[in-house]
Structures are given as C-alpha cells and as structure tokens.
C-alpha cells in the first residue's frame, strides 16, 4: 500500500478512520502488481487501485463491510466464464487481496513511508484461525515492531516461539532487495504466509556524460521514479543549468565518482560519454559492481573497439556479458527524446523481464516475474 503512502500519512493526521485492499498475488495477465492498494475511509472517499477498474466497486465494499467489522480478509478475484456478469478481472488475470482496517503497525509503517524511510510492512495472509491480516514492521537498522508470536493470537512460548524470529529474517531478505512479495514461514504446525511490502528510498540512475541525450535521459528517468545524477568530468557542460531536472549534477571523473558513491542491485548505469578515457575505466569497474543495468552508448564501431580495450584492461568475458551495448532497444530513435526513449525501455524490459518484442501476434505473458537480483561477479583488481 506504500504507492498511496503519502495520501494515508494524510489521513491518520486527519484522524480518518480506513480500510486499505492490498493485492497480496496475482497470476496471468492481472493489471496491478502485488503491493497495490485501494483505501476507503468512513466517509466514502477512495484513493488508489488494485485491478485498473475491473472489480474496484466490489473491493470498495469490502473495504466497508472491514470498517464496519474491524476484521481482515483476504478474497480471490479471477476470470469466470460462466456468468458474463459475474464481478471478475476480464483480462483473465486472478489476483488476491487482503482487505483489512488501517490500525496498529500499518500505520506507522505508513507514516514511516511518506517521511522516505527504508522499512517492510509484513502482515499475515493465511495463517492460523485470527492470524490473518495483522502484521509486523521491519526497519531498515534491523529493528522491529509488532509480534507474530504474541501479537498475532499465538503463545510466544508455545506453539508459536521463534515465529518473530523466523518471519523477521525472511522480510529483511526482500526489504534489502527493495522487493514486495509473499514469504511463507513454517515454523508452526499451520505455515504462516506473509504480504511483504518494502518501502525503500528511489532506485538510482546515474548518467555519466553530460550531453543533450543525457538531458533527454534525466527527464524520462525522473518520470519512471529513479534518482538521477548526471556526472561528467567537463565543468562547462555539466552544470545545474543544463539539468535542471536532475537530482544531483556532479563534476568528477566518472570512475573516481563510481569508486566513492553509493549502489544497489536496483540502480541502472547509463555511459553516454563514448569516449575511451572516460569509458574504460568507468565500465571495468561498473561491470564489477552487483547493478541492475549498465549500458553504453556509440556506434558498433565504438563497441567493437571498446570491447577489446575492456578485453585488454582485464575485464572477462563473464563480465561483458552483462553490458548493453550498444545502449537501448531498436525503436529506430533519432532525436534525443527518443533515444531517451529506446534506453528507458531496454531498462524497463530489463527489470521486469520482458522480451522487447512486439505483443502484437505474440502468445507469451503480458506481465513477467521479474529476474532475480545481479551477482556480484568479482572484486576489482
């Protein structure tokens, strides 16, 4: 529910009363992502979304009926058949969605959320009897609050113990990955599954080279939600001025910056220098470090000859596997909006793990699992 962190935070100042539906899974083509939340508060208002529109109205009462009882469930929606006019997703997708009342650590996971702090919010989807849709909030120092053992309906010393334990462990794994998802924990005679939403600060693009394409580039970056920096070694080309929409505009060489600041397996690397000297010793290290992408622009002329300067610097073919270049997908781009464009897209398909290939005729899944998070491959010599 951290998508619509901001208007909740709003509403538990007000003193609103809520329900919040939260998408838990889905399968086949479902138009909305696990974490994906609806609210309603007592008036009637609504905020959010968890289908695109094809069953809002019934996930919106069944926000009602949980303010009205104070209890959790969790409903299947899916396709039917059967009955043409029975409330379902027509893209055929199923999703499940946990509908329970904003109370206890919801809450401050939400407050946590809209101030940008790194935390996971876990509450139970299937459980033993009572269990379901209480929950507990990991930090990201390592801290928490709430129980699974006590808090939940079970007896810490009993049936339940280690359960805190046992289900912190599983949440920090995806909090560290930025990741939201479902765990199940089976430290009980009934396994205790978890919602897992992270809420962790911006993914990172770094640019390096501060030319018009890069300009093109920080503007679609910040619309997809990363933190961009704009680095080059040039003083006059980069400046605050030329990338007003940029978070941070830095003068140092693009390695030296690499080497000092910091990176995760979610930020994307993007080299528009196609310049040797800025190129080589940027990419050897880049292609060391456990990034989401790292891509880099010029000709296939420059790719060939940078290969072998890479080849030639100590960088295995392991290694250069990992590089897109040349940098975005064949949309045929000219101008530097859409090269921006075709970059932006070969990240997206990237990260989400798609083909890059036209749906129109195609037979495979609209939605993909995402790919697991990059290996480290090597220190740097």
């Known amino acids: ?32 992502l696990p974490g994906a939340a609806l609210a309603v508060d007592s008036e009637g208002a609504a905020i959010g979304s968890v289908s695109g529109g094809c069953v809002e109205g019934a996930v919106y009462e069944l926000c009602r009926e949980a303010l009205a009882s104070g209890e959790a469930v969790v409903e299947r929606f899916g396709y039917s058949d059967d009955d043409a006019f029975a409330v379902g997703l027509t893209c055929g997708g199923v999703i499940d969605v946990l509908v329970a009342p904003g109370r206890g650590v919801a809450l401050e996971a939400v407050r946590g959320a809209a101030a940008g702090e790194s935390l996971a919010l876990a509450r139970v989807v299937s459980g033993p009897s009572g269990m379901v849709g209480r929950g507990v909030v990991v930090r990201g120092d390592g801290s928490y ?175 250069l596997t990992r590089l897109r270049s040349p940098i975005g997908l064949d949309l045929g781009a000219r101008t530097p909006e859409e090269t921006a464009l075709s970059i932006a897209a070969e990240i997206t398909a990237n990260r989400r793990g798609g083909t890059g290939l036209p749906l129109t005729g195609a037979h495979t899944p609209i939605h993909h699992e995402e790919p697991p998070p990059p290996a480290r491959l090597g220190a740097v010599a």
């Open 1 to 32: 529910m951290f998508d619509i962190a901001e208007e909740l935070s709003r509403w538990v100042d007000e003193g609103r009363e809520f329900a919040v539906a939260t998408v838990v899974a889905v399968s086949g083509s479902a138009p909305r």
């Open 145 to 319: 609050e709430g129980s699974l053992e006590g808090g939940l309906g079970g007896d810490a010393g009993g049936r339940y113990a280690g359960l805190d334990r046992a289900a912190v462990a599983e949440v920090r794994a995806l909090l560290d990955a930025g990741r939201t998802g479902t765990v199940e924990v089976a430290r009980c005679a009934v396994p205790v599954k978890l919602l897992v939403e992270s809420s962790v600060p911006a993914p990172r693009m770094i640019v390096f080279g501060a030319i018009d394409f890069a300009s093109a580039l920080v503007r679609i970056g910040k619309f997809l939600g990363y933190h961009v920096t704009v680095c080059d070694a040039r003083p006059v080309f980069t400046t605050r001025e030329r990338f007003p929409e940029a978070d941070e505009v830095v003068v140092e060489w693009p390695h030296q910056y690499l080497e000092r600041t910091e990176t995760d397996a979610r930020t994307v690397l993007c080299v528009l220098t196609h310049d040797a000297k800025f190129d080589i010793p940027l990419l050897r290290l880049a292609l060391r470090l456990p990034v989401a992408y790292i891509g880099a622009m010029g000709s296939r002329r420059t790719h060939l000859d940078r290969l072998t300067r890479l080849r030639e610097s100590g960088v295995t073919e392991l290694e």
